[in-house]
């Protein structure tokens, strides 16, 4: 069984509470694109691929109930006030997690589409006057109708090609741990960060989903992941993933992977991505970049895996990718299930508690540095796996050209 971040029927959309994971399984009503946006914004759902899906989908959803309503909305009745009403729920839902390239990706999508929308209806209206104005009005219905199609198959085409680049990332590992000589027949020891599996995207997973496939097809010796505070998506959500998939498994806090080198065979490490710049420099969750440096120490393999849709072409390097920081207090504080060590260390099972692990710091002094992501510089980088491919970095280069797997 694999767990999933969002479940759709018709037009309700709900997804999983991820903040209250993994003691209590709470399934939260999406029921406009604001509410979209709230869940995105606290972290309720997060990975790039995911909340591009739920935000897509919530536009999806919008617009189908609309067209159900009587009377018909004001914004339904012409393209250029449909156009008008949807930019700024655009502009809105882009502006909760700025980092993550594939949500803008996903809302460029459906702004593509009321472009094309818009182009041909002006093609129309100075081709056939009046006649063409009649025809361009009663194509509001055609346009929402793709608008919808377009939502949905940002969702619907996620876990196919993370499934791809499962395989495509795992048989990339396999044949470079056989080219340095080692021994596979027992299979490898992959460490990964953050949460990147059906938590995190609508299915499978992308660094993950290579750490699955490794486990399907019999070589994976073990999974090591890290806690990857502040949010502990690792303690909380990859865990939760590796125990429901059955995959023997490790946890190690962020400040212990030097040390695993030190003491295991590690035969590569494989991270996610937030967004990609044309060079191959990498923003993901905060820790993947001290991750890189131990690896580069340590002659293991570093591969980030993620969709075509998480590289951006536009920005030179990583220098240009904007960095979301998070409220500082966010740092100071953890969330999880109450255990009482009276009588034997007994477990309440449903109660979780907030409690605050820092002193009353100067939160709005500079007294916490919380950015959510970090830049691996590609040098650091030994290949990007999206689903069409791997890019390798030539020995001695400091750059990937992503776009051959563009």
């Known amino acids: 069984m694999q767990l999933t971040s969002i479940r759709t029927e018709g037009d309700s959309i709900e997804i999983i509470d991820q903040l209250v994971l993994p003691h209590t399984i709470s399934w939260i009503s999406i029921e406009s694109p604001q509410g979209a946006y709230e869940a995105i914004k606290s972290m309720k759902i997060r990975g790039a691929p995911a909340i591009a899906s739920l935000a897509a989908l919530s536009i999806a959803s919008y617009l189908s109930r609309a067209t159900k309503q009587t009377p018909t909305p004001a914004f339904l009745d012409s393209l250029e006030s449909l156009e008008a009403h949807l930019a700024p729920i655009f502009d809105h839902l882009y502006s909760s997690r700025p980092t993550a390239v594939n949500l803008g990706g996903a809302i460029a999508r459906l702004r593509g589409v009321l472009a094309s929308a818009k182009e041909k209806q ?77 938590l ?124 979301e920081y998070r409220p500082p207090i966010e740092a100071c504080l953890v969330r999880g299930r109450i255990v009482s060590r009276e009588g034997g260390g007994g477990i309440e099972e449903a109660a979780q508690a907030i409690v605050q692990i820092t002193p009353d710091l100067a939160l709005e002094d500079h007294g916490v540095f919380n950015p959510s992501f970090d ?11 999206t689903e069409k491919g791997v890019a390798e970095r030539a020995p001695q280069a400091t750059s990937i050209s992503v776009s051959e797997v563009s």
Not at 299 to 310: E, I, K
Not at 375 to 385: D, F, G, K, R
């Open 375 to 385: 830049v691996t510089p590609s040098e650091l980088i030994a290949a990007i796996v």
């Open 200 to 323: 995190a995207t609508s299915g499978y997973g992308t660094a993950l989903g290579i750490i699955t496939h490794l486990h399907e097809v019999g070589k994976l010796r073990r999974a090591y992941y890290t806690q990857s505070t502040p949010y502990h998506q690792g303690s909380r959500l990859t865990a939760l993933e590796l125990k429901t998939l059955q995959i023997p498994s490790t946890m190690i806090c962020d400040s212990m992977v030097g040390s695993l080198f030190q003491h295991e065979s590690i035969h590569a490490v494989v991270v996610g991505a937030d967004r990609v710049a044309k060079n191959g420099d990498t923003a993901n969750k905060i820790g993947t970049y001290n991750a890189a440096v131990i690896a580069k120490r340590h002659r293991v393999p570093f591969v980030v895996c993620c969709p075509v849709s998480t590289l951006d072409l536009s920005i030179p390097d990583g220098s240009a990718i904007p960095i």
């Open 122 to 198: 002006t093609s129309n209206v100075a081709y056939d006057g009046a006649d063409g104005a009649a025809a361009a009005h009663s194509s509001v219905e055609s346009v929402v109708q793709g608008l919808i199609a377009e939502g949905r198959a940002v969702a619907d085409e996620d876990v196919g090609r993370n499934k791809t680049m499962g395989r495509i990332g795992a048989d990339w590992i396999l044949d470079n741990a056989q080219k340095n000589g080692f021994d596979t027949s027992n299979g490898l020891n992959v460490l990964t960060v953050c949460n990147t599996g059906s």
